[in-house]
């Protein structure tokens, strides 16, 4: 039987400050030699006490702000315990019935829909430190100890609850990468999951015959979009196997293995009351007045679901190019130069997604690194939209640009395309050379038995050949189609 | 009416588990006696009435302090490492708690 899917995620963005939540130890933890990016506030030696990082605070309102969420003042932080090596105190700084921000929404594309995803709530809360499970031999599996490495013990972490609005993998794919963007486009986020910047856990359940919600299970350990779908699409099998066979499933946390492809039981799920929160007393309640929102609120930027509605209107773009290029800040930004030059939209938006994204893939390079400027790139592509070259041209002319790191006049001239096309008598010379190449085609078009259009179609690669491209393949069409009719 | 709290042995051994200790069987009678004796007295503090007594935690007239997002470095980790119950190189070494079967590194909440 058909089973409603229904899932709420939970993502857990380490917010791009400088120092931890609570004590000044750095944040720049990747990489960096074990414990050393440690005191005694994030050691929980007995009498430090915490300080709150006004910079976490900010982004928290930013990034609740841009989730439509509302900003509470006077929030407070719980002490949520659990008795873990990764966490000296033995307890989680973090906000439990009083969040920072409340509510809002994120709203998806999926398949071309449109689909809102409520918001819970955002919350604060410190991030734990890092286990190691190493053998003596090596191996990780069976080892009788655990290394703690507390230098990530302390990151500021942002928890977005979102409703349970979600109904498939895709959706949450959408919704994560939406958040992702979002917060690298406001700068408050790396949002790399690789790294852990941004986890994800996901709550999944399949409805009741009735309709109503089924037993919530929760998976931890997805750490890229692809296991988040993976672990949903498994889920959503092992539960309809599960129900189909009568069984009664268990609200529980799994963690999903990525290499077998499964999710394994990892413990009963805790409720709210067995982690025992009670009130952070070192720290007395986070006052954030309306005119301190009022000051994030005017700092916000386009959004980039506003940026990817303006340039499908402005520039007269699909929604797929649009999306595409609104995907990083610095690539819509990159675009919107190349218009300004005077490139139309259209080319500008192709040679972007096309031939700018595959030298990005290929020489593993963000935009901001690209060697060719946005002002040479729109340039370029002003040339071809006056056909003074050919898109062709302008390909060898990009590549002479990157590979002989030419300025655009240069590489004009090294692949000679300053000259301008072959047009006229020029262009007349070459194509009477090629007829004399290839009479018997001629002769067949001159006959009439090219009734396809083939055959003038192969003489007009050859001139275009012949010429790199610097002919205007309507001009060499005609000049051939008089020619021999 | 105020709902009595009192432990049994089902309550007991789940609060074992999550704390990760090792209780024999044979101790928790002994453990639930004292851990209920416990709970009693908070029984019959709820009976006090705080009707207008105002709540310490919301009497507190000042902002939380911010400080600005600027790191430090703070030299002192050696000792904190020496002072370890097991030190292994940079690390703090400790027993492992939960043994699971993957091979991966497990993630806190």
Known sequence: ?485 | MIKKMIMDETRLKEVLELSKIGLPETEFKEVLDRVNGVLRMCDEMQELNFANTRSFEWNIKKACPRRVDSPKKWDKRDAFLNQAPVRDGDFFRVPRIIALDEDNELIGD
């Open chain 1, 1 to 485: 039987m058909k089973r409603q899917v229904v899932i709420g995620l939970e993502i857990h963005l380490q917010l791009k400050t400088m120092s931890k939540l609570f004590c000044s130890c750095s944040t720049d933890y990747i990489g960096a030699i074990p414990n050393t990016n440690v005191c005694p506030i994030c050691l929980a030696v007995p009498g430090s006490l915490p300080l709150l990082n006004d910079r976490a605070v900010e982004l928290a309102v930013k990034l609740g702000l841009a989730l439509h969420c509302d900003i509470q003042d006077n929030t407070r932080f719980h002490r949520k315990h659990y008795f873990y090596a990764d966490l000296p105190k033995a307890y989680q700084i973090t906000q439990f019935e009083y969040p920072i921000a409340a509510g809002g929404y994120v709203d998806i594309i999926v398949e071309g829909k449109h689909k809102r995803v409520h918001l819970d709530h955002l919350h604060l809360e410190e991030d734990a430190g890092k286990l190691v499970h190493q053998t003596s031999d090596g191996r990780l599996s069976g080892a009788a100890h655990s290394f703690v490495d507390y230098n990530r013990g302390g990151m500021p972490l942002s928890e977005i609850v979102s409703q349970p609005d979600i109904n498939s993998s895709a959706e949450a794919i959408a919704y994560v990468e939406q958040i992702r963007q979002l917060a690298r486009y406001l700068k408050v986020s790396d949002g790399e999951m690789e790294s852990g910047s941004l986890r994800a856990d996901v709550n999944i359940s399949l409805s009741n015959n009735d309709g109503s919600l089924g037993t919530r299970v929760e998976i931890k350990n997805v750490n890229s979009l692809k296991s988040i779908e993976r672990a949903i699409e498994y889920e959503i099998a092992r539960q309809n196997k599960a129900l189909d066979n009568g069984e009664k499933l268990i609200q529980e946390t799994r963690l999903w293995d990525d290499a077998t492809g499964v999710t394994r039981s990892m413990r009963g799920k805790e409720s709210a009351s067995d982690y025992r929160y009670y009130l952070e007393m070192d720290l007395a309640p986070i006052e954030v007045k309306p005119e301190y929102i009022k000051k994030i609120y005017q700092s916000l930027t386009e959004m980039p679901w506003e940026k990817r509605d303006r340039f499908i209107e402005q520039y007269k773009i699909s929604l797929e190019e649009s999306q595409q290029l609104t995907e990083q800040l610095e690539i819509a930004n990159y675009f919107e130069e190349c218009v300004k030059e005077g490139a139309s939209p259209g080319k500008s938006a192709n040679w972007i997604r096309s031939e700018v994204q595959s030298i990005l893939r290929e020489q593993k390079i963000d935009i901001i690194n690209f060697q060719v400027s946005a002002s040479e790139l729109g340039k370029l592509i002003k040339k071809i939209d006056n056909r003074d070259i050919s898109n062709t041209q302008a390909k060898d002319v990009l590549s002479a640009m990157l590979d002989k790191n030419l300025t655009l006049d240069n590489a004009l001239e090294e692949c000679g395309a300053i000259t301008g096309r072959i047009t006229g008598e020029a262009l007349e010379i070459i194509i009477k050379k090629i007829i004399g190449c290839e009479s018997e085609t001629a002769e067949i078009i001159r006959s009439g038995q090219d009734i396809k259009g083939a055959k003038i179609k192969f003489l007009q690669g050859l001139v275009m050949r012949e010429t790199r491209g610097s002919a205007d393949p309507i001009e060499v069409l005609n000049i051939l189609n008089v020619k021999l009719n």
